[in-house]
């Protein structure tokens, strides 16, 4: 037989009913681990790096670096350089120079013009903790830091190459804590002044702009390892008109540098 509840009575049923709503389940076993395991946030900087000007008018100095990733090597950039006889600093990576021998063959063959340096073993991003950069994961932790610059270095001497005295991480972004690691190991981290290529991702016309643009004392990165991008076309017309403007190029061990983070100290 139905009845009437009391008003009073009706009114607790519907306020611990709205009570246990709001109330958020604990967390399951799942949702802890996946929180464990989650990208933490880091401060990270990227860092500048200026060379000793030359103070001539007319003669602007500037260091043309290059990051060699992964994929094949621009000829378009490469021809060049011996070409034209233009110096620069080339990092590369451990997978690089796996998949390019003729190119390091090149460098190796003029060592006048090439200076070689370490840009990691995987091109893992030089972070101690864990994020993404660019969609990229970050080495992580201190030992795995310490893997990507060692692991570069090792296939360097692998392929020939001298000791490197410069690093360079994937996406040029680190917190400092990884900075003080690195430079204990012995290295200096290349910042840069002026981004040539935006990544390789830039057409042509505004990476020949870019670079074209340097200024006395500016150090310049851009991409050897991307032939197929148009930005490598921009690359090298900007290394032609920067040659005809009477420019000295200088490799990073050529001249004192400055670089900020405490990244050369």
């Known amino acids: 037989m139905n009845r009437i509840l009391p008003a009073s009575a009706l009114f607790l049923i519907t306020a611990v009913t709205a009570f246990a709503a709001e109330v958020p389940s604990p967390p399951t076993m799942v949702d802890s681990a996946a929180a464990a395991v989650a990208p933490k946030a880091s401060k990270l900087v990227e860092p500048h790096l200026h060379i000793a000007r030359s103070n001539i008018p007319g003669h602007a100095r500037i260091a043309l670096t290059f990051d060699a990733c992964m994929g094949q090597a621009d000829e378009r950039i490469l021809s060049t350089l011996v070409r034209e006889r233009i110096p620069a600093t080339i990092f590369v990576t451990a997978r690089w120079l796996k998949r ?8 190796l063959q003029n060592p006048d013009l090439f200076e070689l340096e370490n840009h990691g073993e995987n091109h893992i991003p030089a972070v101690d903790t864990p994020t993404l950069i660019y969609g990229i994961a970050s080495a ?11 692991g570069g270095a ?57 670079i074209a643009s340097a200024k006395d004392g500016d150090v310049v990165i851009s991409h050897i390892n991307q032939p ?3 930005a490598g076309e921009g690359v090298a017309k900007a290394l032609v008109d920067l ?13 004192e540098d400055t670089g900020d983070d405490k990244t050369t100290e």
Request: glycine fraction near 12%.
């Open 100 to 107: 390019n021998p003729a190119a390091v063959a090149v460098f």
């Open 140 to 150: 992580g932790s201190p030992q795995a830091v310490k893997q990507e610059v060692e």
């Open 154 to 210: 090792a296939a360097m001497a692998a392929a020939g190459i001298p000791a490197p005295r410069w690093f360079r991480g994937s996406t040029a972004k680190y917190d400092l804590s990884a900075i003080g690691e690195i430079r204990a190991m012995g290295y200096r981290i290349a910042g840069y002044s002026v981004n040539g290529d935006g990544g390789s991702l830039l057409g042509a016309v505004i990476t020949e702009k870019r």
């Open 228 to 230: 197929t991008h148009a």
């Open 243 to 255: 040659k005809a403007k009477g420019t000295e190029f200088v490799r990073l061990e050529d001249v």
